[in-house]
């Protein structure tokens, strides 16, 4: 099994940046893909990024392109999530997950203020 542990959230004004950190451990050989999903208050959970694990492919949700940026360092097996020009809507608890259909991290929250 792999086990995901997030990091890096924060308070940050709008306008700002953050990156979030998601380190794999366990049986990170069989990993496909990890992806980034975030939950706000009262709404569900929603996609956010995801990258490949061999090729990198990288796929976004249309409203974080351009701001949000997802990379990986298989040498560390960690996956990054790099916010910039963060907007009060993206406040949200963020998770990482092992796709398809894998364990999830814990979440790492995030709040902007604006």
């Known amino acids: 099994q792999v086990q995901l542990v997030e990091s890096g959230g924060g308070l940050v004004q709008a306008g700002g940046s953050l990156r979030l950190s998601c380190a794999a451990s366990?049986?990170?050989?069989?990993?496909?893909?990890i992806g980034w999903f975030r939950q706000a208050p009262g709404k569900e959970r929603e996609f956010v990024a995801a990258i490949s694990w061999s090729g990198g492919s990288t796929y976004y949700a249309d409203s974080v392109k351009g701001r949000f940026t997802i990379s990986r360092d298989n040498a560390k097996n960690t996956v990054y999530l790099q916010m910039n020009s963060l907007k009060p809507e993206d406040t949200a608890v963020y998770y990482c997950?092992?796709?398809?259909?894998?364990?999830w991290g814990q979440g790492t929250q995030v709040t902007v203020s604006s």
């Open positions: 366990g049986r990170t050989c069989s990993i496909y893909a």
């Open positions: 997950h092992l796709l398809p259909g894998g364990s």
